[in-house]
Nanobody, 121 residues
Framework: QVQLVESGGGLVQAGGSLRLSCAAS????????MGWYRQAPGKQRELVAT???????NYANSVKGRFTISRSSARNTVYLQMNSLKPEDTAVYYC???????????????WGQGTQVTVSS
């Protein structure tokens, strides 16, 4: 099994910054990509940013230029630096890892428990 532990959410004023972290642990065999998704009340979960094992990144248009995703392969950790936050960024942010564990060896999407980010105007 693979476990994801997120941290770094909270309450911030518009224009402020937050940094989210997500550490993957357990019987990790491989990680293809890591990323962040978010879900606002009454809305579907949406992609925020992803980063592959090779370092390629992808961002939602709404966060380009404000958010930066990075990872530490040695620590199986992914980060999301969020700057110039807006009230519309308010959501529960979920960490995602696309990878496999030693038991099943099949590509699986693993999810964290979510961390709340609230941006006040």
């Amino acid at each position: 099994q693979v476990q994801l532990v997120e941290s770094g959410g909270g309450l911030v004023q518009a224009g402020g910054s937050l940094r989210l972290s997500c550490a993957a642990s357990g019987s990790i065999f491989s990680i293809n990509a890591m990323g962040w998704y978010r879900q606002a009340p009454g809305k579907q979960r949406e992609l925020v940013a992803t980063i592959t094992s090779g370092g390629s990144t992808n961002y939602a248009n709404s966060v380009k230029g404000r958010f930066t995703i990075s990872r530490s392969s040695a620590r199986n950790t992914v980060y999301l630096q969020m700057n110039s936050l807006k009230p519309e960024d308010t959501a529960v942010y979920y960490c995602n890892v696309a990878g496999s564990d030693y038991v099943r060896r099949t590509l699986t999407n693993y999810w964290g428990q979510g961390t709340q980010v609230t941006v006040s105007s």
